[in-house]
Structures are given as C-alpha cells and as structure tokens.
C-alpha cells in the first residue's frame, strides 16, 4: 500500500516539476528589455525590504502580533528563491541521480542524454546502462552484448577508461584493473577461464610493461619478472611444474645475457646467453654428467678454451674445446709434453710393446706414445650417447671430423696384443667389431662399433 501512496506522490511532485520548469524557462527567454525592468524592480524590493520600518502602516497585525511588512516581503522572496533554487539545481541533480531514462540507440533522445540511462538496441536489447553526457556513455556503466555483460566499470567518451572489468561472451571475467582509451592500462590482472589468475602486472597501451607474473591455469608461478612491450625484457624468473628453471636478463623474450639455468633444483649452467644458447663466459655444471667445464661458448656449445673439473674438484683437462667436446684432432700430432700440459688428471701409464700407454680414465682417453715420446694415436672412450651411433656420424657427428672422406669399412677381430692395449684404455673388446675408417687433412678417425653403437674410436695420423 506504501509502495502505492509513494508512487502517486512521485508522480504528483515529478507532474508539479515539470509544470514549474516549463514556466522556467519561458521566464529566461524574457526579452532584455523586460529583464532589464525585473532588474530595477528587483532593486526597489531590496530596497524597500532594507529599509527600517518608521510608521504602523510599516506593519501588518497576524493574529496577536504585528510582522513588518517588510520582512514578510523578505520571507516570502526567500521562499519563492529557493523553490527556483530546487528548480533550477535540485531537480536535475535528483533526475541525474536517481531516475533512469530509458533510451532506444541511435533516436535523438540517446543523442543528447545526460544522466543516468538505459540503453536499448531497436529490438529491445539491452545494451548499455549507466551514467551518460551528451549521448555517450562517461562515468560508471555497464556494456553488454547479446544480453550478456561484457564490461563493468568506469567510461570516458564512450571509452573504456578508470578501472573495471572485463567479461567473456560467457560470463567469465578476462581482465580486472585500469584501463585507458579501452587498452589494459596501469596495474591489472588476466584470467583463465576457470577462474584461475593468468596474469598479473603492469600495463601500457594494452601490453605487458614493467614488472609482471604470468602463471599456469593451475596456478603455477610461470614467469616472474621484467617485460617490455609484452615480451620478457630484463632481470626475469622462469618455473616449469612449479620449479626454479633460469633466472637472469631476457632481451625480446629470449634469454640473452647473463643467467643461470637450473634443473631438479640444482645449477646446470651459469653465464652468458644469446638468443637462448649459451654464449661468452660460462660454467657448465653438468658436463659428461658430473664434470665441471668453464670456459668459452658459441651457440649452445663449449668452443674456444676452457677448463674441465671433477666432480671433487680435481683439475683434468685445460685447452681447446671444439663443438663441445676436447679439440682431440688438435693432440693428433702432439708429443708426450703437450699432452701432458693440457691432461693434468692423474693418468695411468704402461709400457707395450715398445710404446707408452698414458690412460685419463676420468675423461676416457688414452694417448698412445712411441719411442720418440710423439703421439702415434689416441684412443676415446666415454657414455655410450655422447659416441654418436655409426648412423649419427656417417651424418657428420662430432666423432667425424666436417669434411672427412669416409675412406673405408671392414671388421675388425681383436687379437691379444689389440685386446690387452685396448684393455690399458679402459676397453673390453668383443670378438667382432665393425669399423669405419674416416680421413680428412691427413688424420684418420675410425669408428669401431657393434650392433650399431659405438664403442669407441680411434684417432690418429695417417
């Protein structure tokens, strides 16, 4: 019944409103000639009104009591100001605040609305509703499509611009942050589709600036760090299932600088980067799977000079390094001293034969010396995947040197003189090896294997 009463009572008060604001503004097209007169007679009320009252005839008897005419003049001037006052400032003030104006997109109405509004597409959609300003939509709102909210927040010129959230086509949240002229701007967070949080940072022109974190949509920390025109730029933090995998300078999304690579939690290589390859100085933590190399890298690959180290720290190797394994075609022609200065790990020596073993059973090498102390050839063993299988180096594998000219095949039977030199190298030969004989610049590579898989090989001058 309340509801009723109130109702009708709106509806009077909104009717008398009208009505007054009508006559209004009739009044303010006065001619200027007419509201030159109101001036001056405005002037003559002030007048009369400040004027003391001298005489009974100033008065006027109410009831018991004598009021100035002059100050019920004033009364009643200040009363008809306000209701203009109410008139000009309150009504729309109220209008703006608490009515809604129902609008069709496109009418002249929705042109040069101002206020609050609901705007409805030609077949009665709803499609904004919301503060407006002369027809577009400034201040706080809602947009939607299909009848489903698409944006909440904050508007400038029909712009998405403040803070506020985005919305998917189903109702899911996508972004929730600052916005400027529609673009992500200022600090904001990305959503998964389940809820989860994709992204969390900073924000320029709708890309990733500043710091930042991305994560999995199961929530996982991903990346923690710089970005720069939405690419991993600066120092940066990289997690695979929740675990620390680099750490250091990113250029353009791709780690290029100094960083240090880790797996299972524990280093596996530390110095520079390019382009995601380790590049300059650097230390390999995990080289032939428990020594320690520092030195020179190109392209992913130890290449230049560098030291190698065992895993308690023992000096073994410090020379050239090419693609990644020892320069041994370098040894080819070396004598004993040489070999000696640059395979500092305690070696096994034996006499055979006339000639000199010298076994480096930690680095799986063993250099055969003749009489004269010069290298007549080395012997390399180690893991069986860093012996490329005989497919592997008819390619061109690391075992072969680029360019070698396969020179011949054949198979090969141990006797007992080769099987106990071979022994003194750390090999047990089987009956029957396989071998592939490889030439380039007068030094000889052979490739014994079996089954094909290489067992060893063996270099040395033509």
Known sequence: MFDIIFRRIEGVIKSSLSRLSVKFAK?????????????????DIVNFIVKKPSELSDYIKIGGSYVAKRALLAGILLTAAVVLAIIWFAVPFLNKTFFTTRLVVNTPEFHTATGKAEVYTADGSLLYAGEMKDGRACGDGKLYSSGVMVYQGQFDDNEYN????????????????????SLYSGAGTEYYSNGKVKVSGTYVSGMLEGEASLYSDTGELMYSGGFGSGQFNGKGELYDDGKLVYKGDFVNGERTGEGTLYSNGEKVYSGGFLAGKYSGSGILYRYKTDMRLEGVFEDGQANGSADIYSADGELLYSGEMSRGEIAYLSYAAADRQQVEQCFTENAVTRELGGKYIVHYSKLGVGFIFGADGKTDRLIITGEPQLLNAYVGAEQGGYAVPDGAVKYSEYDFIPEEFDIKQ??????????????????????F???????GRVLFYEVGIV
């Open 27 to 43: 009044i303010k097209r006065l001619p200027l000639e007419i509201a030159k007169k109101a001036k001056d007679l405005l002037k």
């Open 162 to 181: 403040g803070t506020g959230k985005l919305y998917d086509e189903y109702g899911g949240l996508v972004y929730s942050g600052g916005f400027a002229d």
């Open 422 to 443: 071979l022994s003194y190298c750390g090999i047990r030969p089987p009956e029957l090896l396989e071998v592939a004989k490889y030439i380039k610049d007068n030094v």
């Open 445 to 451: 590579v052979k490739l014994y294997y079996s089954g």
